[in-house]
């Protein structure tokens, strides 16, 4: 079965700065999907980022960038000039490609703090 | 575009009444799932529909639990009678055709499920 371990329960960074959020994944799967999701205080669920195992290329979405590394099963996030509407929980899912389920898994989420 | 409406937002009741959320998900998306968030279990998926067949429903906690999709535009989760524990943050997310290519999921705003 394929897990996301989120290792940083929390984080902290100055605006204006970057800081770079971790997730780690197992699965025996070659073709699969990563996200990332962002939750603020409102609640919401919004998608940051994603990124298909098959493209070596990282994935950019203006200040969000990711660093995937397939071999090491990592799948990091970076943001820049990190602003205070950044702050909010972050989750790293993972979803297969093979086209049998279309359920994503989630790892426990970093908790992000910006400070003014 | 209207995202994926769930209601209610907010529901309060007393344990072993019956809770019914709903859910609308986007016009044209094909897919359905339901979430339950809690802050020992992070976000666990329960069910998914596909093209309103339930295809994974090995989430579902138990037999209180039942969901239904009558139609591509709605979606009800049931529990009943409810429990305590099972109070949560349920969310329903849908996302359109096109497996291969990584649809990611959208979010609606969650209930908040509050069992007295």
């Known amino acids: 079965a394929q897990t996301v371990t989120q290792s940083q329960p929390e984080m902290s960074v100055q605006e204006a700065e970057t800081v770079t959020l971790s997730c780690t994944y197992d699965?025996?799967?070659?073709?699969?999907?990563l996200f990332w999701y962002k939750q603020p205080p409102s609640r919401q669920m919004i998608l940051v980022i994603r990124q298909e195992a098959y493209k070596q290329q990282n994935a950019t979405e203006n200040r969000f960038s990711v660093n995937f590394q397939k071999a090491a099963k990592s799948f990091s996030l970076k943001i820049s000039d990190s602003q205070l509407g950044d702050a909010a929980m972050y989750f790293c899912a993972y979803r297969s490609a093979s086209g049998a389920t279309n359920k994503l898994i989630f790892g426990t989420g970093t908790l992000l703090a910006v400070q003014p | 575009d209207a995202g994926v409406i769930q209601s209610p937002r907010h529901e309060v009741t007393e344990m072993g009444q019956e809770v019914t959320l709903r859910c609308k998900p986007i016009s044209g998306h094909n897919s359905l799932f339901w979430y339950r968030q809690t802050m020992m279990r992070g976000l666990e998926l329960l069910i998914y529909f596909n093209n309103n067949v339930p295809i994974d429903d090995s989430g579902m906690p138990e037999d209180r639990f039942s969901a239904k999709m009558p139609n591509a535009s709605f979606s009800t989760l049931k529990i009943q009678p409810s429990e305590p524990r099972d109070s949560a943050v349920y969310f329903c997310a849908s996302s359109a055709p096109g497996q291969g290519i990584g649809q990611p999921q959208h979010f609606g705003d969650g209930t908040r499920l509050s069992i007295l």
């Open positions: 699965t025996s799967e070659s073709d699969y999907y």
